[in-house]
């Protein structure tokens, strides 16, 4: 048997709500309304994205996902920058323009950096 390739994503965060209401407000994302126990699901294609409580016996660090690489695609990677750094998200790196479309990265509510791309 051989793993096909990547199904599900969730970031274990210490504010479950705190964090799902920043997708929701900043990304647009909607929620799934089938979702595990201390889990919020949206409904992301075509994999799930998800932001959950921590696993028991995790304790999180500061700034947790070092070393970890998520990408989210979006339509217009420059107005969703925009719009971030307008209303205060840290901004990591500034946009810019390669194989991957127009790029940049933030760092959503509980540390975690994320890059955004729209090719």
């Known amino acids: 048997m051989t793993v096909t390739g990547i199904d599900f ?3 274990q965060v210490r504010d479950l709500e ?5 997708y929701e407000k900043h990304l647009g994302l909607v929620r ?3 979702a595990p126990p201390h889990a919020v699901v949206f ?4 994999i799930a994205f ?5 696993l028991p016996g995790v304790e999180l660090p500061e700034r947790p996902g070092a070393g970890v690489a998520l ?12 719009d971030l750094q307008a209303a205060g998200v ?3 790196t500034p946009p810019v323009d390669g ?3 127009r790029t940049f990265s933030f760092e959503g509510p509980e540390g975690y950096v994320i890059t955004i791309h729209d090719r």
């Open 90 to 92: 840290p901004i990591v």
């Open 43 to 46: 409904a992301t294609e075509p």
């Open 71 to 82: 990408w989210l695609k979006a339509g217009d990677a420059q107005r969703l920058h925009d």
């Open 50 to 54: 998800a932001v959950r409580e921590p």
């Open 9 to 11: 994503v969730a970031l």
């Open 18 to 22: 705190r964090a799902a209401a920043f």
């Open 32 to 34: 799934n309304p089938a």
């Open 99 to 101: 194989p991957f479309g």
